[in-house]
């Protein structure tokens, strides 16, 4: 059997071969069935997401038309070496010997700077790349962290640095002058603050939002011309929130600020500072979730209950639905679908211009085992990954309307008596990397289909880390950070090599295999 392959191949700046630019134009291949079956095996062990390398080929061949597009995209097929290097793995370890100045680390975040920063069970650091910097307190003062747990970091628009530790205090971080400032207790109306917040939200109009469970609701700026802000309470007592029990805050894009609470929901105009109550009476309930999509915002209560909000008339609509629990998320996956999370009642794909509900519940059929489940993450292919308690992940599809449950055993149990974060990252290689309530940290492989150990399989003799992770991140550079738990820290960075490494045959010293030429 032969097969023959008719390409041409010039000079140009419209395809990426072997880092440089070219467009095939003409060559003639010759292919003997023994050469097929050496491409199709060197082919199988590259490691390449396969379907990130397709969506790939399609970019880099969007100037080609016709019979080019086609022999491109075969091309690379057959010589993926051409076009991506091998990828190689590397770990670096970072614990208190390498400065760390503890090895739980909470939370990570990469600045606008690129410097890493990581909240631990003492104190905050900062990590350049050579070497670790901790921060506790005011340079020559006592004071700074009343408690140096740090559970929660974000950065907002000027470069300051939000952290919250484990006593719920916020304070502010300034990275140039490295002082520390506790929000809101710094104004004097508010010293004597005591209440527990519990979230930061840093929005897109350059305001940041604190926010407790009983605790209302702070509005922040930042004065541009110093190093003080401006600060805004909103509570019951002042009778400018409906409740003090806030679920949820949100900015949509004509930079209005939704304040989601359990007994009414609270419109915050552009360039205002007092809300708008909507819906206060008790018997309207509790809202819990909030998305846009186009000219509509829409908002998911207790009860199924579901409105919309017409950004351009200003106008709400109520949208009767089958679902009997509470709406915990809702996600735009396209201009004409929504995707709709329930805390017991599974979830549901609505079409705004049918008006049609689609359920996927445990008792109809669609795959989902489960109708329980806490949380969710839309990806950058509007695929949605679904935190439940058994199985692990529940991985949907909205464009295939497919279900697929993923069940991750972990290592052990968390030595602080709390469940691990549920998360998602991807990274800029197109990697999905899934950690299940549970634990079970897993990198998605899209050509099986399964999330895959990352070297963490508790039955794998290269095991290097536990699969329960505190936190993990991905830089703008491509590399994996992670804290197992009780670890410290393990950067994984992952390189292309220009070289090919070949063993020589331990048992033929004379063999002409060895040679190098």
Not at 1 to 29: L, R, V
Not at 478 to 500: D, M
Request: hydrophobic share 35%.
């Amino acid at each position: 059997m032969q097969i023959w392959c008719i390409f041409k191949y010039e000079k140009d700046k419209n395809c990426f071969i072997n880092g440089s630019f070219w467009e095939i134009n003409y060559a003639i291949m010759f292919f003997s069935k023994s050469f097929v079956n050496l491409l199709i095996k060197t082919i199988s062990r590259q490691n390449i997401n396969w379907i990130n390398y397709l969506k790939n080929l399609k970019s880099n061949s969007k100037t080609l038309t016709g019979m080019k597009k086609i022999i491109f995209i075969i091309t690379s097929l057959l010589f993926p070496s051409i076009f991506f290097a091998r990828t190689y793995t590397q770990f670096s370890r970072y614990s208190v010997n390498e400065g760390l100045s503890e090895i739980n680390v909470q939370c990570m975040l990469q600045d606008k700077k690129g410097q890493m920063w990581f909240g631990t069970f003492d104190g905050l650091n900062m990590f350049n790349g050579y070497s670790f910097k901790t921060y506790k307190t005011n340079p020559g003062q006592l004071f700074g962290l009343e408690n140096y747990r740090v559970n929660l970091i974000r950065e907002d628009k000027d470069g300051y640095l939000w952290i919250i530790t484990y006593d719920g205090r916020v304070y502010r971080f300034d990275p140039r002058t490295e002082k520390f400032m506790q929000v809101p207790q710094c104004q004097e109306e508010f010293k004597k603050f005591k209440n527990r917040l519990e979230m930061v939200y840093t929005l897109n109009d350059g305001s940041i939002w604190l926010s407790g469970k009983d605790a209302g609701c702070f509005k922040v700026q930042n004065l541009k011309e110093s190093n003080k802000i401006n600060v805004w309470y909103f509570n019951e007592e002042n009778e400018l929130l409906s409740s003090n029990k806030m679920n949820r805050i949100f900015q949509d894009n004509s930079k209005n600020t939704w304040l989601l609470t359990n007994y009414g929901l609270n419109l915050v105009k552009p360039n205002s500072t007092k809300p708008i109550q909507l819906f206060r009476e008790k018997s309207t309930g509790a809202f819990f979730s909030i998305t846009q999509a186009g000219n509509y915002v829409w908002i998911g209560g207790d009860n199924g209950k579901l409105r919309y909000y017409d950004l351009l008339k200003g106008t709400f609509e109520i949208i009767t639905t089958p679902i009997t629990s509470n709406i915990i998320d809702i996600k735009s996956i396209n201009t004409n679908e929504i995707f709709i999370l329930s805390d017991k009642s599974g979830f549901f794909i609505y079409n705004i211009k049918q008006q049609k509900f689609t359920a996927f519940t445990k008792s109809n059929g669609s795959g989902v085992k489960t109708d329980i489940f806490y949380s969710c993450y839309m990806d950058k292919l509007h695929n949605i990954w679904i935190e439940s308690e058994n199985p692990s992940v529940v991985y949907f599809e909205p464009a295939k309307r497919r279900v697929n449950n993923f069940t991750i055993k972990s290592i052990g149990s968390s030595p602080f008596g709390t469940l691990p974060n549920f998360f998602i990252i991807e990274d800029k290689f197109g990697n999905i990397w899934v950690h299940p309530r549970k634990g079970g940290f897993s990198r998605y492989n899209a050509a099986t289909n399964s999330l895959d150990a990352f070297y963490n399989d508790p039955n794998s003799p290269d095991r290097k880390f536990s699969n329960m992770m505190h936190s993990a991140c991905t830089d703008r550079q491509g590399n994996l950070w992670l804290c197992p738990f009780s670890h410290g820290i393990e950067k994984v960075v992952f390189s292309q090599s220009p070289f090919n490494f070949y063993k020589p045959s331990p048992t033929e010293t004379t063999s002409a295999s060895n040679e190098v030429r």
